[in-house]
């Protein structure tokens, strides 16, 4: 049924689209990382398609990515010099109760993507979590903080390359000073 | 400086002051300018997982960094190192009031790999939509108990715990485990219903039914109940789809979105049921699509006891199911395939789908990717609560501390589920 929404966007978005795909009923349309936030707001704004209601944000990395049988995705049917990252954002649309799935290459030395928090609030937690999660810095999001680690993680714990055995404890540093107690006497200004 | 008072008075002896002689720093009026305090993780309101640095203004939320992570246990992660199979301990305790409907999205997830979606036997689709109804009314009924009683409506939390624990305990005949069941498998379930489970359930819907009569008059007109709940925390229709919300949430605030309605899965299309929709979008207007909710899924539940036909409880698929247990300890065939289905998996041909259900709180959505393999090479889950949680910045704005309790209560945040 979304066919119709790969023919539009490959109609109407021409250059920005480098692959569409249908997968187990599932529509997918690979976009240009350049124009995402554009095929994005026209996704949103033209009457035909009204994708007012965002799914979820993540991100694949195929680093470890051995398949066994014939990849069925045709973007990977050549599988030599393909980026390590792919950010995903599925979309629906209440109206047309269409579904469609963009996805956009990014390669890992600049592991950057154009932020969707400005057209659907919903991404704004969901691309910190796949920051947090992925190390994909997204351009423009108004809050690019870790949500479910702590400021000082190092890593990216769901990358492949992050062992799954890896702990890192948030301690308690026991030899920095204990706020000392104030004195009896002291001016107590502060609250 | 101010006039000395009585200092006996147990009410002017303020903690932190140095010296009780002392009243110099008496303040008749509180400080004007803005005060940040914290609340939680470790706060009752905040189910011990999610912390609010607040800004307020008196009492007046100003601005609020809901911050939550502290139930983060890597489901994703792990999942990518367990087979299909045993991921289903771990979707039990993603939202761990509804394990059915988790153990149920899963399993269709890898069916829809598998190309088993609608090959499944009519037995098989009944018994898990009766689970998964289940476990829709236990969510809700902790959802609403938890909330009455963080206003102080103990007797409602009281009486809905109990219609909780008949349900748990029927659960619990049919799985072998009170809250983390894992009774779903891929293809099927693990074991058929128990015997009389028909008249358990009935006598169950009906005791229900009684508790909910009992709750609704001491709750629906109830005015400290409507005071706390009605126009508080209010989304309209636009801001619920833009944030994404879904299940009651998103009804609440009038969007008519029932993935059970708008995307049929199982056997739903042949059980009749409404989807109850709000206007207002507040907690009141949360609350009363719940209650509704509960009696669509009674409903259900009564339809699906007449229709349940006889018949297998598991698919007649090699890649799927496992060998009889006589043939396994007599033919070295049977041994070799039982092995290989528990060590290696089951074989997921390579491919990505995003499959979805109605979970308690709303779209509750798998997403697989495969590479052949008996392990998923990513699994992730679109849990709701995490997708709920994140406008709680945006409802308490502007409300009161006081304020936060129903709209959080309201929101249903599970912890496992939100912070996966």
Partial sequence: MAQKVLDALKANHASAIELTESLFGDEIAWVKRDSLVAVATWLRDEPTMQFDSPVFVTVIDRLDWHPTGVPLSAHWSDESGKPRFEVCYQLRSST?????????????QDARCASLAGIWSAFDWQEREAFDMYGITFDGHP??????????????????????????????RDDLPINPIKAPGAPHGDR | ?????????????????????????????????LMTINMGPSHPAMHGTVRIVLTVD??????????????????EKESEHATYTQVFPYTDRLNYVSPMINNVGWAMAVEKLMGL???????????????????????????????????????????????????????????????????????????????????????TLDSTVKVMVEVEDMLNNNKIFRD?????????????????????IARAAGVDYD????????IYPEVEFDVPVGTTGDCYDRYLVRVEELKQSIRILRQCLKQIPDGPTMVDDPRVSLPPKRDTYNTIESMIRHFKHIVDGIRVPAGEAYTFVEGG??????????????????????????????????LIHNHLIADIVPIFGMINMIGGECDK
């Avoid at chain 1, 047309?96 to 890992?108: C, D, M, Q, S």
């Avoid at chain 2, 939320?61 to 983060?72: A, E, F, R």
């Fill in chain 2, 259 to 266: 993935v059970r309605k708008d995307y049929p899965y199982s």
């Fill in chain 2, 1 to 33: 400086m101010a006039a000395p008072r009585d200092v006996t008075s147990l009410k002017q002896l303020v903690l932190g002051r140095q010296d009780v002689q002392d009243m110099s720093d008496t303040e008749t009026e509180l400080p004007p300018d």
């Fill in chain 2, 361 to 394: 709180n709303g779209e509750l959505g798998f997403y697989i990717v495969a590479d052949g393999t008996g392990r998923p090479y990513k699994a992730y889950v679109r849990s709701p609560s995490f997708v709920h949680l994140s406008t709680a910045s945006q």
């Fill in chain 2, 117 to 203: 979606t609608g090959n499944l036997p009519k037995r098989v689709e009944y018994i898990r939509v009766i689970v998964s109804e289940m476990s829709r009314m236990t969510d809700h009924l902790t959802c609403i108990g938890a909330s009455a009683m963080e206003l102080g409506a103990f007797t409602a939390f009281l009486y809905f715990l109990k219609a909780r624990e008949w349900l748990y305990e029927l659960l619990e005949k049919v799985s072998g485990a009170r809250l983390t069941h894992s009774y779903v498998r891929v293809g099927g379930v693990a074991k058929d219903l128990p015997d009389n489970f028909d008249q358990d359930l009935t006598h």
């Fill in chain 1, 143 to 172: 809050d690019m903080r870790r949500i479910y680690m702590y400021d000082e993680f190092v890593g990216y714990p769901l990358r492949k390359d992050y062992p799954k055995e890896k702990r890192q404890p948030l301690v308690r």
């Fill in chain 2, 58 to 75: 008196g009492e007046r939320i100003v601005k609020s960094d809901v911050q939550p992570g502290y139930l983060h246990r890597c489901f």
């Fill in chain 1, 96 to 108: 047309h109760r269409y579904r469609i799935r963009l996805k956009v290459a990014v390669p890992e």
């Fill in chain 2, 228 to 248: 706390r709940m009605a126009g508080i925390g209010a989304l309209t229709k636009a801001q619920a789809l833009a944030t994404g919300c879904v299940g009651p």
